[in-house]
């Protein structure tokens, strides 16, 4: 599974930006996928999953109701979309995939892609 993270800019809070995440690979459809950050200086942190359908999603709590996670499998694109942004939400955002539909993703998922770079300035 291959994955390439797109449509990181900067931006002002309050403001808005949309996350691709472009997947090849065989069955990719099938795999679970998700978005992490990293912030400078801190360690990399879980922001939402979902699942091989698009029918089940999770957020980690600092986004939930600002950010939305969604899929195109005709399209074998994953996006997520960010609304309302604040300064905390700078950081590089990293789409993954994986098997396993989990909540918690503490050592990660299997595949990474390259970050795409988020800032949000006050």
């Known amino acids: 599974v291959q994955l390439q993270a797109s449509g990181g800019g900067s931006v002002q809070a309050g403001g808005s930006l949309t996350l691709s995440c472009a997947a090849s690979?065989?069955?990719?459809?099938?795999?679970?996928m998700g978005w992490f950050r990293q912030a400078p200086g801190k360690e990399r942190e879980f922001v939402a999953v979902i699942n091989w359908s698009g029918g089940m999603t999770y957020y980690d709590d600092s986004v939930k109701g600002r950010f939305t996670i969604s899929r195109d499998n005709a399209k074998n694109t994953m996006y997520l979309q960010m609304n309302s942004l604040k300064p905390e939400d700078t950081a590089v955002y990293f789409c993954?995939?994986?098997?396993?539909?989990?909540?918690?993703?503490?050592?990660?998922?299997?595949?990474w892609g390259k970050g795409t770079l988020v800032t949000v300035s006050s």
């Open positions: 993954a995939a994986d098997l396993y539909y989990r909540e918690n993703y503490p050592s990660g998922m299997d595949y």
């Open positions: 690979g065989r069955g990719v459809s099938n795999y679970v």
